[in-house]
C-alpha cells in the first residue's frame, strides 16, 4: 500500500490556509502533517516553518510573495520538500528567484488552481487567434473581494496573456489598464483591463470580444474558495516525486506534451 502524501500548509491562519487545511483533512489519501504561519504567530497546532519542512513531502503556500519566495530558498537549500505556490502579485525578480530555487526541487506555480479557469484560458486564446484585432475588442473585467491587494488579478493578468499569445503579440505592449479623461478612440489591438473591488466577492472574471455587430464574452465565476484548494491538493499530489523543475497547472492537467 502507497504510503499517504504528507502535505504542509504555509499561512495555515489565512483564509486560504484554512481551507487548504479543509481540502487536506477531507482526503483520505494524504496526511496533514504540519501547519505554520509567520514567525510569532499563534494559533492552536502551529508549529515552526523548520519543524514543517522536515516533516512533510510537499508545501502548499497561499500567502504573500515575498513569503513565498524566501520559502522556496528555504525549501531548496535543503533540497526539499516539494513545493506548490499560490501566492499572486509576484513580480518579476520575485518569479526568476522562485524558478532559481526550482533548479533544487520542484514546485509547481499558479496564479490560479481551478480547473475551470484554467480550461477559460485555453478558449480565450482560441477566441483572439480566430477574431481579428481590427474587427473585435478585447476587454477583461474581474472582480474581487475588498482585502484583495493586487490589480489585475493574477488571473485577469493570465487570460490577457493568454488573448495576446492568440494574437502574436506581446501582452506589454498593447494592455491598457486604465482610462480616465480624454485619452482618444480606441487603438487597434488594445486589450483592455477593468477591475472592481467590494464585500467579499471570491473571484469573477470574463473577457469581451467586442464587434461593431455582435459581442462574445466567456466567462468564470468562482462560488466557493474551496475550488482553489482542491486545486492546490491536487498539484501537490502531482507533484511530489516529480523531478527538479518549474511546473504549472497545464502541467498538472496534462495539458502540456
Keep these: 500500500m502507497t504510503a ?5 500548509v504555509a499561512g495555515a491562519l489565512g483564509r486560504m490556509g484554512q481551507a487548504v487545511t479543509a481540502a487536506i483533512t477531507a482526503r483520505d489519501d494524504l496526511v496533514l502533517a504540519a501547519r505554520f504561519d509567520r514567525p510569532g504567530a499563534q494559533g492552536e497546532g502551529l508549529v515552526s516553518q523548520e519543524a514543517a519542512l522536515a516533516a512533510c513531502d510537499v508545501v502548499i503556500d497561499f500567502t504573500t510573495p515575498a513569503a513565498s519566495v524566501a520559502l522556496a530558498q528555504a525549501c531548496a537549500a535543503r533540497g526539499g520538500p516539494a513545493l ?13 528567484a522562485i524558478e532559481a530555487c ?19 484560458l485555453g478558449l480565450v486564446a482560441q477566441a483572439a487567434r480566430a477574431l481579428p484585432a481590427r474587427d473585435y475588442d478585447i476587454e477583461i473585467f474581474e ?8 490589480s489585475p488579478s ?8 493568454a488573448a495576446a499569445e492568440g494574437r502574436g503579440v506581446d501582452l506589454n505592449e498593447v494592455a491598457q489598464r486604465g482610462r480616465d479623461g480624454i485619452n482618444g478612440p480606441r487603438a487597434e489591438g488594445d486589450i483592455g483591463f477593468s477591475v472592481m473591488r467590494g464585500g467579499d466577492i471570491i473571484g469573477e472574471h470574463s473577457v469581451t470580444f467586442a464587434a461593431e455587430d455582435e459581442i462574445l464574452t466567456l466567462s468564470h465565476s468562482a462560488r466557493d474558495r474551496g475550488l482553489f484548494a482542491r486545486g492546490a491538493v491536487e498539484a501537490a499530489r502531482w507533484v511530489v516525486g516529480r523531478p527538479a523543475g518549474a511546473y504549472d497547472m ?6 502540456k506534451a
Design 84 to 96: 506548490v505556490i499560490g501566492a499572486t502579485g509576484i513580480s518579476d525578480s520575485e518569479a526568476a
Design 154 to 161: 493574477g488571473t485577469a493578468l493570465m487570460l490577457g496573456e
Design 143 to 150: 472582480a474581487h473581494h475588498r482585502r484583495k491587494v493586487d
Design 102 to 120: 526550482a533548479a533544487k526541487i520542484s514546485i509547481v506555480r499558479a496564479r490560479n488552481f481551478s480547473l475551470g479557469v484554467n480550461m477559460l
Design 4 to 8: 499517504p502524501i504528507r502535505i504542509a
Design 250 to 255: 497545464q502541467d498538472v492537467l496534462g495539458f
